[in-house]
């Protein structure tokens, strides 16, 4: 079928400058780039490019560009190119659109209409350079009150597990096979130098990655890929997986040409397999059920590591939060409408969820409410951009938040959305050794070991601007908030005052 | 579930920016002395206020009614005293009900009325609670759901007197210096900057017979606010120091922890301390944290907190407002400025100034075990 | 109650009874005696009046007996004052000439900004002594600790000479003080005893004095002992350490562009 499908890019080569070395041709897997036999010259094809940035980044002589196309359709608000497009392409498949990373639709952003607090005159700034800054966190469950023995002077109260980081920054889940082996290392070693977490994702725990168990959450997913008792024992902490910003509701996909030989031996099925996430846990169809798997993960790891439960954020999240709060879990994670993704129908991650800061809020609050805050932290995720969006994330209550795309940018990706191919120039979301080892686990720890330090020392900056110096009294400090551009029904989901007011 | 958002405006940033200065001092033999000393110490630190609130607390001075709650309660209208009132005599049994004598003071301008009642709870009415619990609640009910009325104190054989004014006219007004013996007395003198002066939001601030001085602002009232109110405390007076007042109550009286522990909660070691601390310590000071994060006070203070028998006095972890400290005798003083102390006892045995974040405490010898003969006063003011 | 001075203009000793004076009234007098060529001025029964010694621009001596109040000193350029007591917070604060002797212990922000000029506190000091002290050219301030002090000693030094003595602490005690020298980027610090090196700031780098530091050491621990009656040669019997700046711009990988 001939495809009605216009090219989205337009590559533009210098001439003057391309000196046919063909690092573009080898640097591309999606054959934009080739060398033509009969003239010698290296040439494009638009059609294939995704404006992925790796030729460009990578060309010798700066001979590249990439434009976006300037065929346009007629100007039309309802009838724009995308909706064209994705016509076209389900009329010449019959398929449902697939798409990688998270939503781009124009959702209201709340971190850009909330703004940050600073200490003027009644109250000190803090210079952080020179005094302390505590960022450290501890997440788990604690109690509402301790008891204390006043004959010997100690605690009679033990905590449960708590898992202490250096920044209230972790990775998000991502799984090996929907990133490469090479991302996940360098996930877990920049966890383990920054002193915080990372995530196993539902793909289950790589062999050589074990090492890292103090900085990973292992995660237990519908499809429980790789969960056996040593993966379990592996871990710092235990996540259940209910659902995924990204994509709520629905279960997961990884086709079978991307279980390779390690994916295969780590999730523990056949190469080459279709490796099927349902919708739901089959053991989990309420909340009784929830608090079932819960103490059985708590049970097989003996009560000495704390159970996550990730939700994608929905209508009623509060309600669902304080549900899970009463079914023992240590934490949840929350992760909102721009949460990304490897690989999700399009028209879910366009157009299911909440956006996380709402959901944040209405959690935090209700708990709050409820008087059960104090049993659970609360880690947001989904959208996450910069250390901005962080600290006022901590200000609507969050104890963490979870970044997954940021952690990718730091590693090459230029979001260009097309994780679900499998064949990610930057050697993220493969699994093809020929594209993985272009992450250098070396350089790419270094790399997400920077990002996480840079945002730290803009927290620790703004924290001392507001004359704060430990986060914990910042967290959940709305005051310290204010609005702009936001309805009364907004401002009063948020707890946040008007600017001004 | 509590409805949060009705018992208090959810937006909530109604709080005052403070400077201050505070006084306090304490005859831990008990002796009881009047308010000649305080009220000329704060007029000394005249400058540090601005004349929009000033207050006092006395420990030891209604020795004729010791068991009973005196509670001094402050009324904008006669609407508001009567439904008080009869809220009071239903709820409690009431031995005296009188106004709080004052006189005429030029600078004190358009003075609520001050009464105050002496009240036993209804034993009947407390069904299963601590009479204390029992008192929180009705308070609480008064200041949040009763316009126009606020309880200024509701301890045993204590008070607060407070107003808009410097403390000297303050003092005056409610002739503290010629009215009053007490064995402990706090002062306090605002510097508001965003309101004018209310008569609720002068400190002390006060709960049963905790009472609560305070120079600084608290950056973290935000989470200290939210936390306390998920354990029933409303915050109503529009200042940063009533949240002090509650996290004390909470911390000591419902969670029994000792005060030097509660300071440890409020002004807790930095985590780079703790993690030099041997492995018992580090637990027990980690796990404080871990906890009661929720209830450090961050940014400057210095707190002064007294209930029966005991005066507290604690500075933020890296000291950003002042406190010095010093002994005459059985005498302990706490103060924002030392000129103020040695103004009216010039010849101290020592004065000091402690460390961020390190409590000073004095303790009545008498209220000690028996044992308490060698209760000198290097025994009752620990630091 | 204002005071008049005990004794008429134009005397170069001039006592002043400042019970009661609020302290623009007492500066007022101050000023006036100056003017009026005084020399020497005593001062009795100071409690708390704030900002003695500032605005007097000559090198004036002044004997305070009480407690006077913060900001002893502040922006002073030439008076020497001696406090007979305690001191409270911000003494010498951005202090440029001349002197201050307290027979006592001071409060916090000793020195802050001072950019020249001696201070000698004979026992402990409070939070921040000498934060951010600088010197410019021939300004260089030199301050000296009889006994020890509280945390942030030296915060974001950027010159002169802080030296502390410990001369209070008591046998087997160690100076307490955390976050020492936090930011220091200029000036240099004599510590007599040892601190632990987390006691340090990052910035900072520890040394023997050398012998052109002792011979300065030894000028002032004598003008400190001369001052408050106490053995040089004992107190200079007992080592010191020297903390020196690392960096002169000690925040290089701080910003991207």
Redesign the interface.
């Given at each position: 079928m001939k495809t009605f499908l216009p090219n989205k890019f337009i590559i533009e080569r210098n001439h003057g400058r391309c000196i046919h070395c063909q690092v573009c041709v080898n640097q591309c897997s999606y054959e934009a780039h080739y060398l033509d036999p009969f003239s010698g010259e290296v040439k494009s094809r638009d059609r294939n490019c995704t404006n992925c940035h790796r030729c460009v980044a990578f060309c010798p002589t700066e001979a590249l560009a990439i434009r976006c196309s300037p065929l346009d359709y007629v100007p039309n608000r309802n009838w724009t190119g995308e909706v064209i497009e994705d016509i076209i392409k389900q009329s010449e498949s019959g398929a449902m659109v697939l798409t990688g990373m998270g939503n781009d639709k124009d959702h209201p952003i709340y971190w850009d209409k909330l703004l940050l607090n600073a200490s003027q005159v009644t109250n000190p700034s803090i210079?952080p350079?020179?005094?302390?800054m505590e960022l450290r966190t501890t997440l788990g469950r604690k109690p509402d009150r301790l008891a204390y023995d006043k004959a010997t002077g100690r605690l009679i109260t033990k905590l449960a597990p708590q898992l202490t980081i250096n920044t209230p920054i972790i990775f998000a889940a991502m799984s090996y096979g929907a990133i490469s082996l090479t991302a996940h290392e360098s996930l877990a070693r920049a966890a383990s130098i920054a002193g915080t977490l990372y995530n196993t994702g539902e793909g289950g725990l790589h062999k050589s990655l074990y090492k890292y168990g103090a900085n990973t959450i292992v995660q237990v997913a519908s499809g429980r890929f790789g969960v056996h008792p040593e993966y379990l024992d592996a871990a710092a902490a235990i996540e259940i997986k209910i659902g995924q910003g990204a994509k709520p509701g629905i279960g997961g996909h990884l086709p079978g040409e991307k279980v390779s030989a390690e994916v295969s031996v780590t999730r523990m099925i056949p190469m080459g397999t279709d490796a099927l996430s349902p919708a739901p846990h089959h053991d989990i169809y309420s909340i009784e059920d929830l608090a079932q798997l819960i103490y059985a993960l708590k049970e097989a790891t003996n009560y000495t590591k704390p159970v996550i439960v990730k939700i994608s954020a929905v209508h009623n999240a509060a309600a669902i939060a304080s549900g899970m709060v009463r079914a023992g879990a240590d934490m949840i994670c929350l992760d909102g409408l721009r949460g990304s993704t490897g690989a999700a129908p399009k028209i879910i991650r366009d157009n299911v969820g909440i956006p996380i800061e709402l959901a944040l809020a209405a959690v935090d609050t209700r708990l709050r409410q409820e008087g059960i805050r104090n049993q659970t932290s609360i880690i947001a995720s989904g959208g996450i951009r910069n250390s901005g969006d962080v600290i006022k994330a901590i200000a609507l209550g969050a104890d963490a938040v979870a970044i997954g795309t940021a952690a990718l940018v730091a590693l090459g990706c230029t979001v260009c959305q097309m994780c679900h191919t499998g064949k990610c120039p930057w050697g993220i979301a493969t699994t093809n050794l020929a594209l993985t080892k272009r992450i250098n686990p070396d350089i790419g720890t270094q790399r997400l070991v920077n990002l996480l330090r840079?945002w730290s020392?803009e927290i620790e900056d703004m924290l001392g601007g507001m004359g704060i110096n430990a986060l914990e009294s910042l967290r959940g400090n709305r005051l310290h908030l204010r609005g702009v551009g936001l309805t009364d029904t907004e401002l009063e989901i948020l707890g946040v005052k008007m600017a001004g007011a | 579930m509590k409805d949060l958002n009705r018992i208090n405006n959810p937006h909530g940033d109604d709080k005052v920016n403070d400077a201050c200065s505070i006084f306090g001092m304490m005859d831990t033999s008990g002796r009881r002395f009047g308010g000649g000393d305080i009220i000329k110490a704060m007029t000394?630190?005249h400058?540090r206020g601005n004349g929009l609130g000033a207050g006092f607390a006395v420990y030891g001075l209604y020795p004729n009614f010791p068991q009973h709650y005196a509670f001094h309660i402050m009324y904008l209208s006669r609407e508001a005293q009567q439904e008080v009132e009869s809220f009071l005599q239903d709820q409690f049994c009431i031995d005296l009900a009188e106004e709080v004598p004052t006189q005429p003071t030029p600078a004190i301008v358009d003075p609520p009325l001050i009464r105050r009642y002496f009240a036993l709870a209804h034993p009947h009415r407390l069904e299963g609670r601590r009479e204390d619990d029992y008192v929180v609640s009705q308070v609480m009910r008064i200041n949040t759901q009763m316009d126009g009325a606020f309880v200024f104190s509701s301890g045993k054989d204590m008070g607060v007197f407070k107003g808009v004014g410097y403390p000297e006219d303050v003092a005056q007004f409610y002739r503290l210096e010629t009215d009053y013996q007490g064995y402990l007395w706090t002062g306090h003198s605002r510097f508001p900057t965003n309101t004018p002066g209310w008569w609720g939001g002068a400190h002390p601030f006060s709960i049963l017979d905790w009472t609560v001085i305070h120079n600084g602002e608290i950056s973290s009232y935000g989470i200290n606010r939210r936390y306390l109110e998920m354990y029933g405390y409303h915050c109503t007076m529009h200042t940063d120091t009533e949240v002090i007042a509650y996290a004390v109550d909470l911390l000591i009286r419902q969670h029994e922890l000792p005060l030097e522990v509660v300071a440890d909660i409020l002004a807790p070691p930095l985590w780079?301390?703790i993690d030099?601390q041997g492995p018992e310590k580090k637990e027990f000071y980690t796990t404080l944290r871990q906890v009661y994060g929720s209830l450090l006070l961050n940014g400057p203070f210095t707190i002064v907190v007294a209930h029966r028998g005991e005066m507290i006095g604690l500075t933020d972890r890296?000291?950003l407002r002042?406190l010095?400290a010093a002994t005459r005798g059985d005498m302990l003083y706490l103060s924002s400025?030392?000129?103020?102390i040695?103004?009216v006892s010039p010849k101290l045995d020592r004065?000091?100034?402690p460390?961020?974040g390190e409590p000073i405490v004095g303790r009545l010898k008498a209220s000690l075990p028996t044992k308490a003969a060698k209760a000198a006063v290097k025994e009752s003011i620990s630091h | 109650m204002t005071k008049k001075l005990a004794k008429g203009r134009g005397d170069r000793q001039v006592k002043i009874d400042a019970l009661g004076l609020p302290?623009r009234e007492l500066n007022a007098l101050l000023r006036e005696a100056v003017a009026g060529g005084a020399e020497s001025i005593e001062l009795t029964n100071?409690?708390?009046q704030?900002y003695i010694g500032t605005d007097l621009m000559k090198p004036v001596r002044l004997d305070i007996h009480?407690?006077?109040?913060?900001d002893l000193g502040a922006f002073m350029e030439g008076p020497r004052i001696t406090v007979h007591?305690?001191g409270?917070?911000g003494i010498a604060n951005t202090m440029n000439e001349g002197e201050i002797i307290v027979h006592g212990?001071a409060?916090?922000i000793l020195a802050m900004s001072a950019r020249g000029g001696r201070v000698f506190v004979r026992d402990?000091v409070?939070?921040r002594a000498a934060i951010h002290m600088k010197e410019y050219g021939e300004k260089k301030p030199l301050v000296v600790v009889g006994g020890t002090a509280?945390?942030?000693l030296g915060?974001?030094m950027a010159g002169g000479v802080l030296v502390v003595l410990g001369l209070t602490l008591k046998e087997g005690e160690r100076h307490?003080a955390?976050?020492i020298g936090?930011?220091m980027h200029g000036g240099v610090i004599f510590l007599r005893g040892a601190v632990e090196k987390?006691q340090l700031?990052k910035e900072v780098g520890v040394a023997e004095p050398d012998e052109a530091d002792r011979k300065l050491l030894r000028t002032l621990v004598g003008q400190y002992a001369e001052y408050f009656d106490r053995d040089a040669e004992e107190i200079l019997k007992k080592d010191f350490i020297k903390l020196f700046p690392l960096y002169l711009r000690?925040?290089g990988r701080?910003y991207?562009y």
């Open positions: 210079d350079l020179r005094e302390p840079g020392l | 000394l630190m400058d780079s301390e030099r890296i000291r002042p010095t400025e030392e000129s103020a040695r103004l004065a000091w100034i460390m961020g | 302290y100071v409690y708390g704030r009480g407690t006077p109040g913060n007591g305690n409270q917070d212990h409060g916090d402990d409070g939070y509280q945390d942030f915060e974001y307490r955390s976050y936090t930011g987390h700031g000690p925040y701080l991207v």
